[in-house]
């Protein structure tokens, strides 16, 4: 049996803009995590067993764009497995589906991980990032690549699509609360909304991300050095952004608006937005509060994270 885990993922800066060649900053969230068991079985067959999702199926039974099937395929695929072994794969997530955590980027890596090692086909960090990132464009499109380079590295990072990866060093930890709306929000939706955008009017928008571009280099430079009001004001400037982008909500402002009000540094949208989940930068004596405040205001569940 081979078991593998990998962490879910918040955007601190930079969602959107990043796909059209901006930088990013992301980190780990590792209170939230996907687990998977493969191990080998009696009955023909790769059966999977993913209680979160309600499945229970044979692979062959399950359609080819199916987020797990195509993951199995390409993998099998890619390490040129023939034919295919007998398998019994458990899948368990604790990361809320379409929230802006990586859930589906979080369940690629892990399953990757535990397929490599139990059919011994070594691959390097590299190799599943890249692998992951190509199951991510099956399913969102046009992705950044942040959710899997994050969670295949589980380290903050300076991301700029295309570029080499930067393992960010925070100068000291800092506390960040995050708040789920409750609400669905698939990334490829958001996504799509922004290109169209962009498209209507491509030097509007690209002067927008150069904004975006800004705030993120400047926030790199404050989570180097420790300076956190800096880095609140920042989230609070790039949420206002975001909300240009028409991928806010009422729920999102409603959040990030009584984050601020309890004490928060700053808070901000975090993912593809239009639900899913907020993040606020708040001292570790205050998380606890603001955790509080925002399920009274209707958050659905909160994590308080240290990112390190």
Do not use: C
């Not at 993913?50 to 099937?69: F, G, I, K, M």
């Not at 989230?235 to 028409?246: G, P, R, S, W």
């Amino acid at each position: 049996m081979t078991r593998s885990f990998a962490p879910g993922k918040v955007i601190l800066f930079g969602e959107h803009a990043v796909v059209y060649g901006r930088p990013a900053l992301a980190a780990p969230v590792t209170q939230v995590h996907a687990d998977v068991e493969v191990r080998d079985s009696d009955h023909t067959g790769i059966w999977i067993d993913a209680p979160d999702v309600n499945l229970r199926a044979e692979l062959n039974t399950l359609p080819s764009d199916d987020p797990l099937a195509s993951v199995i395929h390409n993998f099998l695929f890619l390490a040129r497995v023939s034919p295919f072994p007998k398998l019994k794969i458990k899948i368990n997530s604790t990361i809320p589906v379409a929230s802006g955590l990586g859930s589906g980027a979080a369940v690629t890596v892990a399953l990757t991980r535990a397929l490599s090692s139990h059919l011994h086909f070594a691959m390097s960090d590299e190799e599943i990032n890249a692998f992951a990132y190509e199951i991510e464009k099956i399913h969102h499109g046009t992705p950044s690549g942040i959710d899997n380079t994050v969670v295949t590295y589980a380290k903050p990072v300076y991301f700029i699509k295309g570029q080499p990866i930067e393992i960010l060093k925070v100068g000291h930890p800092f506390t960040m609360v995050i708040g789920d709306t409750g609400v669905s929000a698939p990334t490829k939706e958001s996504v799509g909304a922004v290109r169209k955008l962009w498209e209507a009017d491509r030097v509007k928008w690209e002067r927008v991300f150069d904004e975006v571009g800004g705030i993120v280099r400047q926030a790199r430079r404050a989570m180097k050095s420790g300076e956190w009001e800096l880095l609140g004001g920042l989230m609070n400037v790039n949420h206002e952004l975001l909300q240009k982008m028409t991928v806010s909500s009422p729920e999102l402002d409603e959040l990030v608006g009584v984050a601020r009000k309890t004490g928060a540094l700053g808070a901000k949208l975090s993912g593809g937005g239009r639900g899913g989940n907020m993040i606020a930068l708040v001292p570790l004596e205050m998380a606890e509060a603001v955790a509080g405040s925002l399920k009274e205001a209707g958050a659905k569940n909160t994590i308080i994270t240290q990112v390190s």
